[in-house]
C-alpha cells in the first residue's frame, strides 16, 4: 500500500524567512507529486505540481522531487504571516491521491 | 467558473440518525471524490465516480454507507445509522483528466466540505 509521511509540525519560521516542508514516499514507482495548502477550517487547495526529478519554481514555492532519494520538498521563500496552514503533501500519478497527513506552518511576525 | 459546491456546510446529528450531504462538480469534470478528513489527518478516500460509475469504494463502509451519482452530474453520500466515530469533514473533489505525453495530470478541486457532528 502506497504511504506518503510527512511531519506534523508544527513548523515555525520568522516572517521573510524561507520555510522548507518534506515529505517521503513509498512507492519506487510513484512519479506525480502535488502539494496542497489547507488553512484551518477549509478545503485543500493545489499550490504546486510536479512529476520529474529536479526543482519546479512558482512564485515564491518551490517544489523539489529526488526520485533516487523518494523525497519530496517544498520550499516557501520571503514566508508570509498568510501562509500560516497545513500543507498537504500528496502523491498523484494516479487518478487515485495518497495524502500525508499534513505539516502545519506557522509564519510569526 | 463555478467551484465544486457542497451543501450542507455543518451537520449535527444524534447517533443512528441518517444523514446525507450533496455535492455538485466542477462543470465538465466527469469524475468526482468523496473523502473523509479527520482532524489532523490528510483526506481518506471513501468513493470515486467516474461519470456515474463506482470505480473505487474499496475504503467505503457498505454497511452502513452508500452514494450515488445520478446522470454523472451531483453525487449524494449517505450514512444510516450515523455513529460517533462518523464525525469528521466530508469533502467532495472533482477532476478531470489531462493527458500530457507520457504523464497524466489529474488535478482534483475540492469543496469546502461538510463537518458533521455525531453527538
Known amino acids: 500500500q502506497k504511504e506518503v509521511e510527512q511531519n506534523s509540525g508544527p513548523l515555525s519560521v520568522p516572517e521573510g524567512a524561507i520555510a522548507s516542508l518534506n515529505c517521503t514516499y513509498s512507492d519506487r514507482g510513484s512519479q506525480s507529486f502535488f502539494w496542497y495548502r489547507q488553512y484551518s477550517g477549509k478545503s485543500p487547495e493545489l499550490i504546486m505540481f510536479?512529476?520529474?526529478?529536479g526543482d519546479k519554481e512558482d512564485g515564491r514555492f518551490t517544489a523539489q522531487l529526488n526520485k533516487a532519494s523518494q523525497y519530496v520538498s517544498l520550499l516557501i521563500r520571503d514566508s508570509q504571516p498568510s501562509d500560516s496552514a497545513t500543507y498537504l503533501c500528496?502523491?498523484?500519478?494516479?487518478?487515485?491521491?495518497?495524502f500525508g497527513t499534513g505539516t502545519r506552518l506557522q509564519v510569526f511576525p | 467558473e463555478a467551484g465544486v459546491v457542497q451543501s450542507p456546510r455543518y451537520k449535527i446529528i444524534e447517533k443512528k440518525q441518517p444523514v446525507a450531504f450533496w455535492c455538485n462538480p466542477i462543470?465538465?469534470?466527469?469524475?468526482l471524490y468523496w473523502y473523509r478528513q479527520n482532524l489532523g489527518q490528510g483526506p481518506e478516500l471513501l468513493i470515486r465516480y467516474e461519470n456515474e460509475e463506482a470505480v473505487d469504494d474499496s475504503q467505503l463502509p457498505k454497511d452502513r454507507f452508500s452514494a450515488e451519482r445520478l446522470k454523472g452530474v451531483d453525487s449524494t453520500l449517505k450514512i444510516q445509522p450515523a455513529e460517533l466515530g462518523d464525525s469528521a469533514v466530508y469533502l467532495c473533489?472533482?477532476?478531470?483528466?489531462?493527458?500530457?505525453?507520457?504523464?497524466?495530470?489529474?488535478?482534483?478541486?475540492f469543496g469546502a466540505g461538510t463537518r458533521l457532528s455525531v453527538l
Open positions: 462543470s465538465g469534470h466527469n469524475t
Open positions: 500528496v502523491e498523484g500519478g494516479t487518478d487515485k491521491l495518497i
Open positions: 510536479i512529476y520529474s526529478n
Open positions: 473533489a472533482s477532476s478531470r483528466r489531462e493527458d500530457r505525453g507520457r504523464t497524466v495530470k489529474n488535478i482534483q478541486y
